[in-house]
């Protein structure tokens, strides 16, 4: 099998790194597909730790699923991972599974800027790959990642788990769509309303502790000073390599909704724009840790708002809201729907609970979602994926939208963001709510928020076009790369 050489594509640029080469082949895809499938994860944060645990779940089940190899930067985590999962091997840099031929899956759990590049040198590997939401940093990147996809032929699953019901969503898109049970659809609302403390403001800037192989961890990200208290998790809300919660809980959010309630339909919003700040306590993050995002699809308005900042007098507390958190609701004419992560609810118009939904817990989902890519990669079909990467694909350019939209903020106005959500009424309920809640933590919203213009998205291109275009543009074109961790062009 012709692979490019991995060796020397690390050390060229994106275009000689298509150069032929050889890589060694996967013993599944080499062999008979009875036999076991062996995994590596790649990170042993909280989401590796929470897939590795999964597989040896599967593997003491008697499934046919092996945890093959864990690879970490962290020297005290790889510690960690080998008393606490036992994998057969170790890796110290990720790119020592891609040399491994005996590993026929990889488990992308690493922070996000590694996700798209890791996600391709495994499938130029001849590895399938599950790799973990959000898929990119930018519109670029994971335009890559799904080429890849395309031209490796290989099962690649997006991590959001919530899809992995299948009856439960055909049940509900039956409900809703089919038989018009609460009438028309009006508009859905999207909540993430939980507690995200300050990450720490520095004078100096961090020393990463000397386990970690700091060039390792950044990968394709740059370089740049840190200011925040420590290195792990709080990456997420740096934009070098991190998406914030628009990326974190709104991917998982998102991409339910689009599911069920515009039916995989719309697979851009036509309209984007958003109000937001990172409020309270100044700290080194970078993005907002309150936003609120309207997208106009061109029929069923949708909007999403998420909040973290603590209430002063009660620990844990934050900003109240409606319905589900973190969850949707669904607006009809004759009433509404309500999905949190877990059974949902149908209400009529007097309040009524007229209907419930079984669908699976956060832990189940993901239990069933790394089985699922398992069982596709075990038979070489990818259309028995529930997560397959056109879906994580198509909703990169919600949240990423959402996150160009606000870097691009000036001037807040209420007024103003009203009229741009010419379609809904409940986006002034959301930032109402919000403003009651700060005024009671002396936070001056007026002061704190920016209002960024209305950015418009081509379907066809999957480009900004019209006003604003250039500037957002340039930030979505962007092409994660260090050195020898460049994402490299791929082309079909």
């Known amino acids: 099998m012709n692979k490019m050489n991995r060796r020397r594509f690390l050390v060229s640029s994106s275009s000689a790194a298509l150069a032929a080469g050889t ?44 945890l093959a190899a864990i690879s970490e930067v962290d020297s005290v985590r790889l510690e960690q991972a080998q008393k606490m999962f036992k994998p057969e091997k170790l890796y110290n840099d990720p790119r020592r599974v891609f040399d491994d031929s005996n590993i026929d899956a990889v488990v992308v759990a690493t922070p996000n800027q590694w996700h798209c590049l890791t996600g391709i040198w495994a499938m130029q590997a001849g590895q399938h790959v599950y790799v973990e939401k959000p898929l990119c940093l930018t519109f670029w990147e994971g335009q890559q990642l799904f080429n890849a996809s395309r031209k490796y032929k290989k099962c690649v699953q997006i991590g959001t788990q919530m899809r992995t019901d299948r009856e439960a969503h055909a049940a509900v898109k039956k409900f809703l769509h089919e038989e018009r049970a609460l009438g028309k659809i009006l508009s859905a609302r999207i909540n993430r309303y939980a507690v995200r403390r300050p990450i720490g403001l520095r004078a100096e800037p961090l020393k990463v502790q000397p386990e970690v192989n700091y060039n390792l961890w950044l990968g394709p990200a740059q370089d740049l000073p840190l200011y925040r208290s420590g290195l792990h998790y709080d990456w997420h809300w740096m934009w070098n390599t991190g998406n914030g919660e628009t990326g974190n809980w709104g991917a998982h959010l998102i991409d339910d909704c689009r599911n069920d309630v515009l039916c995989n339909q719309i697979k851009v919003p036509k309209r984007i724009f958003t109000c937001g700040g990172r409020l309270g306590q100044k700290d080194a993050g970078e993005t907002p840790n309150t936003m609120f995002t309207y997208f106009d699809t061109g029929g069923i308005p949708v909007i999403f708002g998420f909040s973290g900042v603590e209430a002063k007098a009660k620990r844990g507390a934050t900003c109240p809201c409606p319905g589900a958190n973190p969850g949707y609701i669904v607006y009809c004419e004759g009433g509404t729907y309500v999905k949190p992560w877990g059974p949902a609810s149908a209400y009529d118009t007097d309040g009524k609970k007229i209907r419930t939904f079984s669908t699976s817990d956060y832990s189940l989902g993901a239990y069933n979602h790394l089985k699922n890519f398992c069982e596709s990669v075990r038979s070489n079909d990818s259309s028995n994926l529930n997560g397959e990467i056109e879906y994580g694909f198509d909703s990169s350019f919600w949240y990423n ?35 009651v809640f700060l005024a009671t933590q002396g936070i001056a919203l007026d002061e704190t928020f920016a209002l960024s213009p209305m950015l418009t998205l081509d379907e066809k291109t999957r480009r900004f076009i019209g006003e604003n275009a250039d500037a957002a543009n340039a930030l979505m074109d962007g092409r994660p790369g260090r050195g020898e961790f460049m994402v490299p062009v791929v082309d079909l």
Not at 25 to 49: D, E, F, W, Y
């Open 401 to 435: 939208s959402a996150n160009t939209s606000y870097r691009l903020g000036g001037t807040w106005s209420r007024e103003k963001a009203l009229a741009m959500a010419e379609n809904t009424g409940k986006l002034g309920d959301m930032i109402d709510e919000m403003q």
């Open 23 to 66: 890589f060694p082949v996967p013993a599944l895809i080499a062999g008979s597909p009875n036999q076991t499938v062996r995994v590596a994860v790649l990170g042993n944060g909280n989401k590796g730790r929470e897939h590795s645990g999964i597989l040896n779940r599967l593997n003491a089940a008697g499934e046919p699923y092996k």
